[in-house]
């Protein structure tokens, strides 16, 4: 299967009855791990045991996509790492 339609499949599994990742809106993680910005795949992470640790790399995680935005690029996995870790 495509990359492409891989990301497809895994934006319909996201269910928006678990709210917000790391409780930071537009953020959203399906069960298997794959964080979203807006529906759109930024990221893959395990699960968190530490609510303040998901938290912290969940607002980092929405600068970044944020800061794409705001020059124009286009926000995905493929970008989010283009201007370093985040």
Same mark, same amino acid.
């Given at each position: $299967?495509?990359n492409?339609?891989?990301?497809?499949?895994? !934006? $319909?599994?996201?269910?928006?009855e678990r709210? *917000?990742?790391?409780? &930071?809106e537009n =953020? +959203?993680? +399906?069960?298997?791990g794959?964080?979203? *910005?807006?529906?759109? $795949? &930024?990221? =893959? /992470?395990?699960?968190?045991?530490?609510?303040?640790?998901? !938290?912290?790399?969940?607002?980092? /995680?929405? +600068?970044?996509? $944020?800061? =794409?935005e +705001? #020059?124009g #690029?286009?926000?995905? &996995?493929?970008?989010?790492? /283009?201007?370093?870790?985040?």
């Amino acid at each position: $299967m495509a990359n492409n339609q891989v990301r497809e499949n895994k !934006k $319909m599994e996201v269910s928006t009855e678990r709210g *917000w990742f790391g409780g &930071v809106e537009n =953020l +959203s993680q +399906s069960e298997d791990g794959y964080v979203f *910005w807006k529906g759109e $795949m &930024v990221e =893959l /992470l395990d699960t968190f045991t530490d609510a303040e640790e998901e !938290k912290n790399i969940a607002v980092r /995680l929405a +600068s970044r996509c $944020m800061f =794409l935005e +705001s #020059t124009g #690029t286009a926000v995905n &996995v493929g970008n989010i790492y /283009l201007f370093g870790d985040y």
